[in-house]
């Protein structure tokens, strides 16, 4: 009966930890507010790390893990770019439509590992004009990463596609793009960073 019980509070707290935070504001800033809308969106996602950490404790309590047994865990020792993360010409036009992001997690091994996490992405034209230099910005949270997961033969990594918006487009063909990834069984986050080169004008025929 206790592991039944056990298994239902389980259950409870982790859709309690995939559904809060859904709605935190109910109050959104005007659409012709973009500081307004970062700010919003910054505070959302500190609150969702923030329950996503108090549901890992509470899992961890649940199943009896102490500090000690967490060490016989296999967790993330090291994130890196895939040796593919470039940017992408879709419609082969000769001008690059966006990039592609490969996240490899490596455990201490140096083995390949599927974790769940969450991520963010940037990608910066640091030659660009202050207030212009942020090309791309997007967070995952934790059901978004695992929709975004590939496995087989060498492709056992997370992808994740950026394109260019119709309002903003890199300027300059060197960009440097910064990812994060927070695992969800220990809280450690994780920073790298990469130069990318795109094309920034169709080539001369």
């Known amino acids: 009966m206790r592991n039944k019980t056990i298994f239902i509070s389980l259950i409870l707290i982790v859709f309690c930890g995939m559904g809060c935070g859904v709605r935190l504001d109910k109050a959104k800033p005007a659409a012709d507010d973009p500081a307004a809308q970062i700010k919003q969106l910054r505070k959302e996602l500190a609150d969702k790390r923030s329950q996503v950490e108090k549901l890992n404790k ?101 992808k994740f596609r950026l394109a260019w918006s119709k309002e903003k487009r890199p300027s300059h063909p060197n960009l440097t793009l910064k990812l994060n990834f927070k695992e969800a069984l220990t809280g450690n986050v994780f920073e790298i960073q990469k130069l990318i080169t795109t094309s920034v004008s169709r080539p001369q025929r």
Do not use: C, P
Request: net charge negative; no cysteine.
């Open 58 to 158: 509470q899992l961890t309590v649940l199943r009896g893990f102490t500090a000690d047994r967490m060490e016989y865990l296999v967790r993330v020792d090291q994130v890196k770019f895939g040796r593919f993360t470039r940017a992408y010409d879709e419609d082969k036009d000769g001008l690059d439509d966006g990039i592609n992001v490969y996240l490899v997690l490596n455990d201490k091994f140096a083995d390949k590992i599927k974790a769940a996490g969450e991520v963010g992405i940037e990608l910066w034209d640091l030659a660009a004009d202050e207030g212009q230099r942020l090309i791309q910005e997007r967070r995952y949270g934790l059901i978004e990463v695992a929709d975004h997961w590939l496995s087989g033969f060498m492709t056992d990594h997370y």
